[in-house]
Antibody
Framework: QVQLQESGPGLVKPSGTLSLTCAVS?????????WSWVRQPPGKGLEWIGE???????NYNPSLKSRVTISIDKSENQFSLKLSSVTAADTAVYYC????????????????WGRGTLVTVSS | QSVLTQPPSVSGAPGQRVTISCTGS?????????VHWYQQLPGTAPKLLIY???NRPSGVPDRFSGSKSGTSASLAITGLQAEDEADYYC?????????FGTGTKVTVL
């Protein structure tokens, strides 16, 4: 079955750039799904960061849009997240997830999640 | 700041029924968009629990049920079990954005 696995540095310095990759295994990233990043600060709730389709089309959370770039590498079957100018407020567990479109009012839901990776912003 | 509001916590004894509300507005749930629910066990990733207001993915016990009315939705857990102790999040769609609820911690007494 399809699995997602996040990877990247667990520690990023303030004002630096957070970079993570999500490897898709057991299936193709070229499927009819959007691929997304969601984060969760310690002890807090979930926040949708953004998403990408196989065509390269992206959508971002307006609250992060100026700092976020999501890209896709179909040859490697993976997609990536870059978040620039990070501060301590960006410390969180970052999840990659697959989004399924169920149509009409059913809209979109996250049907598959990676295990998550903790990124700490600290000097 | 989330646009979907949930109670911070609910609790119940084993075997009891508990419900979790998810209150939105006319731009999300009230606009007709469905609500989905996720269960997050301690130290793990969220898992899809209910989609399309009331549908259970394969493998989810029928103790879990969902409903929607107006600008709100609810998740019910009947026959509460110790393994149901977790955080629960609702999720919907608002102005082209995927939005999550504030989250509810369910404690089994």
């Amino acid at each position: 079955q399809v699995q997602l696995q996040e990877s990247g540095p667990g520690l990023v310095k303030p004002s630096g750039t957070l970079s993570l990759t999500c490897a898709v295994s057991g299936g193709s990233i070229r499927s009819s799904n959007w691929w997304s990043w969601v984060r969760q600060p310690p002890g807090k709730g979930l926040e949708w960061i953004g998403e990408i389709y196989q065509s390269g089309s992206t959508n971002y959370n307006p609250s992060l849009k100026s700092r976020v770039t999501i890209s896709i590498d179909k040859s490697e079957n993976q997609f990536s997240l870059k978040l620039s100018s990070v501060t301590a407020a960006d410390t969180a567990v970052y999840y990659c997830a697959r989004i399924y479109y169920c149509g009409g009012a059913c809209n979109w839901y996250f049907d598959l999640w990676g295990r998550g990776t903790l990124v700490t912003v600290s000097s | 700041q989330s646009v979907l509001t949930q109670p911070p916590s609910v609790s119940g004894a084993p075997g009891q029924r508990v419900t979790i509300s998810c209150t939105g507005s006319s731009s999300n749930i009230g606009a007709g968009y469905d609500v989905h629910w996720y269960q997050q066990l301690p130290g793990t990733a969220p898992k899809l629990l209910i989609y399309g207001n009331s549908n259970r993915p394969s493998g989810v016990p029928d103790r879990f049920s969902g409903s929607k009315s107006g600008t709100s939705a609810s998740l019910a857990i009947t026959g509460l079990q110790a393994e149901d102790e977790a955080d629960y999040y609702c999720q919907s769609y608002d102005s082209s954005l995927k939005v999550f609820g504030t989250g509810t911690k369910v404690t089994v007494l």
